[in-house]
């Protein structure tokens, strides 16, 4: 385990060098600034693809949503296939699970609560699905919320969207701006399109 962890800590390293560079060539390209959240989101694992079926025009919200009433068995089912995988020693208890909710700016939804408990943080479609991580900011809840702020939501984004999820380039998060269930929203600094009207809905697009 000690030697796993570290081959992890030594691989997120070469990987956040590997990201400094990469954004350090585009900002001599361009003379943009650069925000943390973009430079630190580059850390997915070398063996995914670069892209995904979230990432092309084949997106999520072009395809008919079928019903799943099992949220948990859909995301073990996606495990099983290889199209996500859990990080290990990810899963929360309730009590974590409640110091998080503390954290957090708006609620975590109970089906993503339940997969946190049972399943831990997922990676696959070229996300990371986040909770609690010392070890990788892109699976952290509370970083992504931080960063997120900070960096490129509104003031009214930021009164409505939790996100729970983010690739190199976009995010994916609850928005409270309607009554009742959150829907998913995907969206980059530039825009944001409604995915889902909630997360059951989401990750039965996913199995399809």
């Known amino acids: 385990m000690v030697k ?28 943009r600034q650069t925000s943390a959240l973009a430079q ?61 909710a503390t954290e957090l700016p708006l609620p975590l ?3 993503y609560q339940q997969m946190l408990r049972e399943l831990g943080v997922l990676q696959g479609f070229g996300y990371f699905f986040a909770g609690i991580s010392q070890d990788n900011v892109a699976a952290d809840l509370i970083y992504l919320n931080q960063a997120a702020r900070q960096d490129f939501l ?12 983010a690739s190199e380039q976009r995010y994916l998060a609850f928005s409270y701006a309607q ?11 530039q825009q944001q399109t409604t995915v889902a009207p909630d997360f059951a809905t989401f990750v039965s697009q996913l199995a399809i």
């Open 109 to 111: 939804p109970r089906g």
């Open 179 to 189: 009554a009742g269930a959150p829907s998913v929203v995907r969206g980059d600094q």
């Open 40 to 100: 630190n989101l580059a850390l997915l694992s070398d063996d995914e693809p670069s892209s995904s079926a979230l990432e092309t025009p084949l997106d999520v919200e072009n395809v008919s949503v079928a019903h799943h009433p099992d949220l948990l068995a859909t995301l073990r089912g996606l495990i099983a296939q290889q199209k996500l995988r859990a990080l290990p020693d990810s899963r929360l208890t309730t009590d974590q699970l409640a110091d998080l």
């Open 4 to 31: 796993r962890q570290k081959q992890l800590k030594n691989k997120l390293k070469n990987l956040q060098r590997a990201t400094q560079e990469r954004q350090q060539r585009l900002v001599k390209q361009e003379p």
């Open 154 to 165: 509104t003031a009214v984004q930021a009164e409505t969207l939790l996100i729970f999820a």
